[in-house]
């Protein structure tokens, strides 16, 4: 079981960084050094920019989920 929770932990970790990183940028940062600035003059919030929101959000608490059932594993040796 913990290594399930373990792997699981590491794909959303690295999962969390890429939906983060395609998030529009909000007055400069990393996601305008990836073009990020042209996408935003192409057009507004969209249904995407708002699915993308969703699946970060659902993604963070399956990740933090993780990290819980990892913590009481360890705290209590299953």
């Given at each position: 079981?913990?290594l399930l929770l373990t792997i699981?932990?590491?794909?959303?970790?690295?999962?969390?960084?890429?939906?983060?990183?395609?998030?529009?940028?909000?007055?400069?940062g990393l996601s305008d050094m990836?073009?990020?600035?042209?996408?935003?003059?192409?057009?507004?919030?969209?249904?995407?920019?708002?699915?993308?929101?969703?699946?970060?959000?659902?993604?963070?608490?399956?990740?933090?989920?993780?990290?819980?059932?990892?913590?009481?594993?360890?705290?209590?040796?299953?």
């Amino acid at each position: 079981m913990t290594l399930l929770l373990t792997i699981l932990l590491v794909a959303t970790s690295f999962l969390l960084v890429i939906l983060v990183l395609l998030h529009k940028g909000r007055g400069g940062g990393l996601s305008d050094m990836f073009g990020g600035g042209v996408s935003s003059t192409l057009g507004g919030s969209s249904v995407a920019e708002r699915n993308l929101d969703r699946l970060t959000v659902g993604l963070g608490l399956v990740w933090s989920a993780c990290i819980v059932a990892l913590g009481l594993l360890y705290a209590y040796g299953a």
